[in-house]
Structure formats: structure tokens, C-alpha cells
């Protein structure tokens, strides 16, 4: 009998999971890995994903979750976060409708982690708040800028925004509902990148002259030599990238409850692509997280492996030991049955329609097997990999009805 959600608006259609099912692009990127490829697809056929809450052995989902959450720490070599939060306000200014604020915090690994941080100026403290997670989007040069415009910003990140959110900003978008947001640079974007570090000020001024050719043989340097040579370094430290870039995302939410302006019990996070993939981690080992919403980064690993892991699984998404246990949707849904919104686009290129359909067709299932299928959005658009007006209507809406906001 199909699983139907509570609350329809919030959730596609059975029988549109199902006409999707079976469907694969016509323009399959099949990796160019030779024989090879014939031989991982056999071995991932063999996975047992045995810790799914799928499982006949779970019933109970917060001892499964609990149980689950600690191997995943243990797998990504999660770091200790430690309180109280070393931080430092560098700037506030005050602009139509929010307050902004630019600040530094440092990380449970001992780095100052940048942020940009919106403060409505309309409601009351403490705020719900929402920790706005930013997209790979092809390039390095800038990273929580893709949610925040600023004055004078190249032409190419507006051309970004424009294709990819619309031409709005995120972050601007939720401050007006009412939600404090707070917006990190992931590692090697922006200032986080080696090549700001000698001299911050020098490259935050230098890059706003570049050009897209410029920011693209940055990218090109920063993915095939810096993330690599850390990401290596950091498997041969003991470490995971994966678990770093977690890490630093808990570590938000850590200096977002230090802060007397933030309801801590009313804590969300969102973000597409990269920043979807982010949101799927920390909602799923950080119960402070209230709501999340994930866009375009649901599906299973049958859809991706063969097909196009050169484009969709990056170094961030290397966890040793765990993918054969937990497919990526079953990953997102240690967040259960705490509120969790997946959105897709049906023309996703990272990825095949049927794995978008199987895993939301899964997420079905464990929510309702925890008894909690009105805390789950699972929505499907005849969209690109892409975070359109439409789909931003449903995740403010599914945000502002599990933290609510103040307009």
C-alpha cells in the first residue's frame, strides 16, 4: 500500500516516484573508467545497507539513530567540539530590513572560521535562526557570497545566482521571514582557500577584479591540487575531510547558541547542492538541528556509481567503511523524526531519475516506520539541479512551520 504523507502540499505524488522509477538520462556519462566500472558496479550490488532503519532488526528509532549516529562519527573521525565559542565581531553594518554582521569563530580543529551573519530588524530576540549552507556551484573563489550579495561583486556571481536561485538571495530571503542566518565559507572556498591566507585583505580586495576566466583556473588549482593534497593529508593524519567539513558546520551551530539573540531550541539549516550535502550531515549528527531542507542532493548510490561519480561524489563525500552500510538517503535520515524536507529536480544532471525516485521512495518509508510521516517533505519538480522560486517557496514554508519566524 503506497505511504502517504499527512500533510499533501509538502509531498509528490506516489505515482509520480513511480512513473520515474525506471528512467535513466538518455545522455548517461557512464565514467570513463573502462572494465573497471563493470566490476564496482557488482560490488555495490552486494551492499547490504545494513544500517538503514529499514532494517527488520530496528524498531526503535532513537536507539537505532543513536547506535548509527556514533559509528558514523567514528567512521568520519568527527572532532570534540569544545565550549565556550571563541569568537569576534570584525564588522556590523545596518541594511534594509536586517542587521549584517561579519565575524570570525574558531573551529573545534583550531581554524577561525569567516561568517556572515543577518540579524532581522523586525521581530523580537531570540530569533529562530538558520544556518545557510552554500553550494559547490563550479567554482572557489567565493562561498557564502553565493547566499549574500555585497556591493561590488563581479558580474559572474550575479550571473550565478541568477541561474542557479533565481537571482534571489537565500539569505536575504529568510532574514525578511524573520529568521537570523548565519553563513560560513566551507573549506577551500574563499577565504578559506590557501591562496587567501598569506595576505586575507589582498585577496578578498584582488579577487573582486577577476574575471569568470580568472575564478576558473583558481577553481581548477584549488580542486586538482589543494583539496586533494588535503584531503589525502588528512586520511594519513587520522582525519576525514568529510568529517572536517561537518565539523566546521557543527561548529556553527555551536556559535550560533552562544549567542543571546538565537532561540537554540529553534535551530534550521538549508542549502543546495554541496550545501544540501551538508545539510543531509549535519541534521543527521547534530540533534540541535531543529528542520532541515535539502535540495538536489538525494539520491542512491545505484544512480550515481557508473554513471557519473566524477561529478557528484567530490573527496568531501569519502567516508571509509560506511557507504556500503548507509546509501546517501539513509544517511540524510539519521535526522529522523526530527522535521526533514528532501527536494529534487527530475533533470538533475548529477544524477539518474530512478536513484531520485528510489531514495525519496525510502525516505518515505523510514519516516513512517518511526511513526513521524508529517515531519518529512519530500518533494519533485520537473526542474534542473537548480533551487528555483517555487522550490524556495516550499523550503521557507516547511522552515517557517517547524521554527516558526516573526514578520
Avoid at 535562526?129 to 550579495?149: N, Q, W, Y
Wanted: with cysteine; net charge negative.
Amino acid at each position: 500500500m503506497p505511504v502517504k504523507s499527512i500533510d499533501e502540499p509538502f509531498w509528490t505524488d506516489d505515482a509520480e516516484l513511480e512513473l520515474y522509477a525506471g528512467l535513466k538520462h538518455l545522455d548517461s556519462k557512464e565514467d570513463d573508467i573502462g572494465e573497471l566500472r563493470a566490476c564496482f558496479i557488482k560490488a555495490l550490488s552486494r551492499s547490504q545497507f545494513d544500517l538503514s532503519f529499514l532494517n527488520e532488526r530496528f524498531s526503535d528509532v532513537s536507539s537505532w539513530r543513536s547506535g548509527v549516529v556514533a559509528e558514523l562519527k567514528r567512521a568520519m573521525s568527527l572532532p570534540l567540539h569544545s565550549h565556550p565559542v571563541n569568537s569576534q565581531i570584525l564588522h556590523r553594518v545596518k541594511c534594509d530590513g536586517y542587521d549584517r554582521e561579519e565575524v570570525v569563530f574558531e573551529s573545534a580543529f583550531g581554524c577561525w572560521i569567516p561568517a556572515t551573519v543577518l540579524i532581522p530588524d523586525h521581530g523580537q530576540a531570540p530569533f529562530p535562526a538558520v544556518v545557510a549552507l552554500h553550494d559547490m556551484g563550479g567554482f572557489r573563489s567565493f562561498g557564502r557570497e553565493k547566499l549574500i550579495p555585497f556591493e561590488g561583486e563581479p558580474d559572474y556571481l550575479k550571473d550565478f545566482r541568477k541561474t542557479n536561485y533565481e537571482g534571489r538571495s537565500i539569505g536575504i530571503e529568510l532574514a525578511a521571514r524573520g529568521f537570523l542566518v548565519i553563513c560560513i565559507d566551507s573549506m577551500m572556498f574563499g577565504e578559506r582557500t590557501p591562496q587567501a591566507w598569506p595576505d586575507k585583505a589582498a585577496f578578498i580586495r584582488d579577487r573582486l577584479g577577476w574575471t569568470k576566466q580568472n575564478s576558473d583556473q583558481f577553481t581548477r588549482d584549488v580542486s586538482l591540487y589543494s583539496e586533494k593534497i588535503a584531503s589525502n593529508t588528512a586520511i594519513l593524519t587520522g582525519l576525514t575531510w568529510s568529517g572536517m567539513i561537518a565539523g566546521d558546520d557543527i561548529d556553527t551551530v555551536d556559535y550560533l547558541v552562544s549567542r543571546p539573540d538565537v532561540d537554540a531550541g529553534r535551530i534550521g539549516c538549508i542549502g543546495l547542492s554541496y550545501g544540501a550535502y551538508r545539510a543531509n550531515y549535519l541534521a543527521a549528527l547534530d540533534e540541535r538541528i531543529a528542520a532541515a531542507v535539502s535540495v538536489c542532493w538525494m539520491a542512491t548510490l545505484d544512480s550515481i556509481v557508473g554513471f557519473n561519480v566524477g561529478g557528484a561524489m567530490g573527496y568531501f563525500t569519502l567516508i571509509p567503511g560506511i557507504h556500503t552500510r548507509l546509501d546517501i538517503c539513509d544517511i540524510a535520515s539519521l535526522a529522523c523524526p526530527r522535521p526533514f524536507m528532501a527536494v529534487s529536480g527530475w533533470g538533475d544532471h548529477l544524477m539518474q531519475p530512478h536513484g531520485i525516485s528510489s531514495a525519496h521512495r525510502k525516505l518515505r518509508k523510514i519516516w513512517s516506520k518511526a511513526g513521524a510521516a508529517e515531519k518529512l517533505g519530500s518533494l519533485c519538480f520537473d526542474s534542473p539541479h537548480e533551487f528555483n522560486t517555487t522550490m524556495q517557496e516550499a523550503a521557507f514554508a516547511w522552515l517557517e512551520r517547524w521554527l516558526g519566524g516573526k514578520l
